[in-house]
């Protein structure tokens, strides 16, 4: 079955950029998602990229796919306080339907 | 913007009990999806819907059911609780017209089984 691994958590400062990596092992993903979960809150999608694209930028969001690694990262520039959350990576594949498969989920927090 | 409501924010039942979490949309949307949220195993799917009267199981069904009579409303039940089900409970829903994984999340019911 399908599986997504991500590093539990990250601290970065203020102003310094951020870059959360999430790995997957299902080769056949059609799109890979970042989802971003704030204290209390449901999860709101970030971004999503499809599997035949390398890279995607979107303000201060850049996400990187490496399908030969089947490698995702989101890299967030001049991380704010207010950038801190849970960030889940997920993806849906041929055959999947609708599902989405989540990740463990990477803690980010924040400092001053 | 679509809406997804989840009736409580906060449950406290006991082992043994009958327990319905509530997930309604506001917009004329296919999929629900019910999924539990534990640290460090990320979210896990339970059960899901594409449309009235049909539901389908996703990687951790036991111990569930779902009920899905009208397409707005979605629910998850547990038939008997047990202290391995307390956990947060997200339900979510998707428009196939957003494309594939575009979902929109309910704030969560954190349910406690004593």
């Known amino acids: 079955g399908e599986d997504v691994e991500q590093s539990l958590f990250l601290s970065v400062r203020e102003g310094d950029s951020s870059v959360i990596n999430c790995t997957y092992t299902?080769?056949?993903?059609?799109?890979l998602y970042w989802y971003k979960q704030e204290p209390g809150a449901g999860l709101q999608l970030l971004t999503y990229?499809?599997?035949?694209?390398d890279m995607k930028q979107d303000q201060r969001l850049t996400v990187l796919l490496n399908k030969k690694d089947k490698h995702l990262s989101l890299r967030i520039a001049d991380t704010q306080t207010g950038d801190s959350a849970i960030y889940f990576c997920?993806?849906?594949?041929?055959?999947?339907?609708?599902?989405?498969?989540f990740g463990t989920g990477t803690q980010l927090k924040v400092e001053l | 913007d679509v809406k997804v409501t989840q009736s409580s924010r906060y449950l406290v039942k006991r082992t043994g009990e009958k327990v319905f979490l509530e997930c309604v949309q506001d917009?004329?949307?296919?999929?629900m999806f019910w999924y539990r949220q534990d640290p460090g195993l990320g979210l896990r799917l339970i059960y899901f819907?594409?449309?009235?009267?049909?539901?389908e199981k996703g990687d951790i069904p036991e111990g569930y059911s779902v009920s899905r009579e009208k397409k707005e409303r979605f629910s998850l039940i547990l038939e008997s609780a047990s202290t391995n089900q307390t956990s947060m409970y997200l339900c979510?829903?998707?428009?196939?017209?957003?494309?594939?994984?575009?979902?929109?999340f309910g704030s969560g019911t954190r349910l406690t089984v004593v």
């Open positions: 990229i499809f599997s035949n694209m």
């Open positions: 917009m004329d949307h296919e999929n």
């Open positions: 997920a993806e849906s594949f041929t055959g999947g339907g609708n599902k989405l498969t």
């Open positions: 299902d080769s056949s993903s059609t799109y």
């Open positions: 979510a829903n998707g428009d196939r017209a957003l494309g594939l994984g575009s979902y929109t």
């Open positions: 819907s594409y449309d009235v009267k049909m539901k």
